[in-house]
């Protein structure tokens, strides 16, 4: 299994409130993501990043901000949590290239953000 | 815009009866196609990667093959174990990694 932590696995808050979701990794890839997964539209990019301190925008990013200091970690924020951000968040990590190149991406099992 | 569209939503299967899950796909320049399983709760997991038309993969129960425009999962004599939702997604020439909406399937004993 590819070495993906995600932290927490469960956290329930409230409306405007900020939210840090943390994703670690000990496969020293280069590249890791972040995506939401919802019932009817299955895994959507928020953000990723190819590198330290590179980072780009996905389909879904407006509302989360992400940030990278350390190639084993990979950060997502939600500066002030609207409920249509409930959702189960992924981190995934790969080898290969952009927002998907043709190497497989290992994902995490998951954040599950419960905003009210 | 690159398109995954998985079919049926859902199977549901008795032990042993043989199936095939499909995903079919237009997309501008294939670079990977990949096929993942996901279990309640958990993340998606690798299962295979192809990469052009003619290619086969296969792994215990499952095999995964691929067209021009669709790929297929097949499960040969599934077991309870194999229930899960099945996942396709394909990177195009853009780099994009584009999911479809997987495939619930649920096999009796």
């Known amino acids: 299994d590819a070495g993906i932590t995600q932290s927490p696995r469960h956290k329930v808050t409230e409306t405007g409130t900020p939210v840090t979701l943390r994703c670690h990794q000990t496969?020293?890839?280069?590249?890791m993501y972040w995506y939401r997964q919802d019932p009817g539209h299955g895994l959507r990019l928020i953000h990723y990043?190819?590198?330290?301190?590179?980072?780009d925008k996905g389909e879904v990013s407006d509302g989360y901000s992400v940030s990278r200091s350390k190639t084993e970690d990979f950060l997502l924020t939600l500066e002030s949590a609207t409920s249509s951000q409930t959702s189960v968040y992924f981190c995934?990590?790969?080898?290969?290239?952009?927002?998907?190149?043709?190497?497989?991406?290992?994902f995490g099992d998951g954040t599950r953000l419960s905003i009210l | 815009e690159d398109q995954v569209t998985q079919s049926p939503e859902a199977l549901r299967l008795q032990e042993g009866e043989s199936s095939s899950l499909n995903c079919s796909y237009t997309?501008?320049?294939?670079?990977?196609l990949f096929w993942y399983r996901q279990d309640p709760g958990k993340g998606p997991e690798f299962l295979f990667t192809?990469?052009?038309a003619g290619e086969e993969k296969e792994k215990e129960r499952l095999k995964a093959t691929l067209t021009k425009k669709e790929s297929f999962l097949h499960i040969t004599a599934p077991k309870p174990e194999d229930s899960a939702t099945y996942l396709c997604?394909?990177?195009?020439?853009?780099?994009?990694?584009?999911f479809g909406k997987g495939i619930t399937l649920s096999v009796r004993p």
């Open positions: 995934a990590i790969s080898a290969g290239g952009g927002t998907g190149g043709n190497q497989p991406q290992h």
């Open positions: 496969e020293n890839h280069r590249y």
């Open positions: 990043s190819y590198g330290v301190k590179d980072t």
């Open positions: 997309v501008s320049g294939l670079r990977g």
């Open positions: 192809l990469y052009s």
């Open positions: 997604a394909l990177t195009g020439a853009n780099s994009k990694l584009t």
